[in-house]
């Protein structure tokens, strides 16, 4: 694919023949609608420091180039050759982390990225402040965290309260019923914690088809994984507004973050870095490198979803609320199946680390798609019609592969090392990680089987 341009408001480009996505504000130019503005418009700013606005602009960049490219344009069908040329206010800081940056992508997405940078004056979208929408005392908070509405990221707001933390969270618009289901969770805390200082800001990014494409050019790919990255430099704009070494977390459980791949056909899409501890320490290089004083951390790298659980299951926020948080990886399905979404369906794999977590909790009635059960006639029944028993089986393999081989001396760290570098000590400590997730997903199986006549071990070949 030829390189793809991103111009903001009236940069002037060298090549008219490239693929333009334009920045402008809202108008018929703008082909990226975004109303990422408001991160710091709501704190009565203009404009961005120079390096976090440039960070910013990358970041939508990045994202945009990931939706928009599909992997089955690529030689081998997942890893794409994306070169971008973006806009900066700060053109030497980028050159000199050029390739950092593109190690940095190319780890989280699995794809060559090729970012070159261009010259600009032109300040994005600093003409006004939102009135409507004022925090006066931006210094009042002390971290920024993001906020999915997913179970970890609400134990996360949970843990940071508890700790007598004045974070201001931050969330992505990427539908209005997850936004909806956002600031329910967020109020529901707000009532709980009502003496303690917090608040909750969202912002969204939807790219469009640039205007000078043909109808017959394909636009359009959904598995996104530089998400993360623009969810980081949003943050990242907020927390310049509060406070120049403002901290921002993203609390993911370690299971996840380390994501180590189910079966070997599914070391590309279905296992992200989002939060691998790698991609965590490239990040913060980038931004020492940028001279952006905010450090990005995941205080719950080394531990099982279970294992947060534990900390809050005594909460009454917790558990009058949890059932709400929408950890799924397609929550608004349920309509299919005559059910209101957004609804976690219960068989996708970040539903089965969710369940597994609770039940080992004793949490055994989630707000899940009723018309799914996981018992070997679930496998038998979608193994063949549209794929929905794909993750219940990798998932099982993997169960099994980790009963059969658990004795075997480095197997888990073969495992490990094949999703990035790892230190000694993170070794160590990954390798529990992986042990401890992996009871729990067991502890799931035999519940299912005694509850459901689900017949999973005897699926797995282990009873």
């Not at 928009?68 to 069908?77: E, H, L, N, Q, Y």
């Amino acid at each position: 694919m030829s390189s793809i341009w991103f111009v903001k408001n009236n940069d002037e480009i060298e090549n008219e023949n490239g693929i333009v996505f334009n920045l402008s504000p809202k108008n018929n130019k703008s082909n990226i609608k975004t109303d990422v503005e408001n991160l710091w418009r709501m704190f009565s700013l203009q404009y961005l420091p120079e390096v976090v606005e440039d960070l910013l602009i990358v970041g939508i960049a990045v994202f945009t180039a990931d939706k928009k490219i599909p992997r089955k344009t690529a030689a081998d069908g997942w890893s794409r050759d994306i070169n971008l040329n973006i806009p900066v206010l700060q053109y030497e800081k980028w050159e000199s982390v050029k390739s950092l940056l593109d190690e940095t992508l190319s780890f989280l997405s699995g794809d060559n990225w090729n970012i070159s940078f261009y010259t600009t004056n032109e300040r994005f979208r600093g003409d006004k402040v939102n009135k409507k929408y004022n925090i006066k005392n931006a210094t009042s908070f002390d971290c920024v965290s993001l906020f999915s509405g997913g179970l970890d990221s609400f134990c996360g707001a949970l843990t940071l309260l508890n700790n007598k933390r004045n974070p201001l969270f931050v969330g992505f618009k990427e539908y209005n019923l997850l936004l909806r289901r956002q600031l329910e969770l967020i109020g529901s805390i707000k009532e709980h914690y009502s003496h303690s200082n917090m608040d909750f800001v969202q912002f969204n990014v939807s790219p469009r088809r640039p205007a000078n494409t043909t109808k017959d050019m394909i636009f359009g790919e959904s598995t996104s994984r530089s998400r993360s990255f623009l969810f980081i430099t949003g943050a990242i704009a907020v927390a310049s507004a509060i406070g120049k070494k403002a901290p921002v977390y993203i609390p993911e459980n370690g299971f996840i973050g380390i994501n180590v791949p189910l079966t070997q056909s599914r070391s590309g899409s279905c296992s992200t870095r989002t939060t691998h501890p790698y991609f965590i320490k490239k990040v913060n290089e980038l931004l020492k490198k940028l001279a952006i004083e905010h450090h990005v951390e995941n205080f719950y790298s080394a531990m099982s979803k279970g294992e947060i659980i534990v900390e809050h299951k005594d909460n009454d926020v917790f558990k009058s609320m949890y059932k709400e948080t929408l950890s799924c990886s397609h929550p608004c399905q349920a309509r299919y199946d005559g059910e209101s979404p957004p609804l976690n369906c219960g068989y996708c794999y970040p539903c089965l680390i969710r369940k597994a977590s609770l039940i080992a909790n004793g949490f055994v009635d989630d707000k899940l798609n009723s018309h799914y059960t996981l018992n070997k006639g679930f496998i038998d029944e979608n193994s063949k019609i549209d794929g929905k028993a794909s993750d219940l089986k990798a998932v099982l393999f993997t169960i099994r592969r980790y009963v059969v081989n658990k004795d075997k001396p480095f197997f888990i760290r073969r495992l490990l090392r094949k999703q990035g570098y790892l230190t000694y000590d993170e070794y160590q400590s990954y390798e529990r990680l992986y042990k401890e997730s992996l009871k729990e997903l067991l502890i799931m199986v035999e519940h299912e089987d005694e509850t459901n006549g689900g017949q999973l071990k005897e699926y797995m070949g282990l009873k």
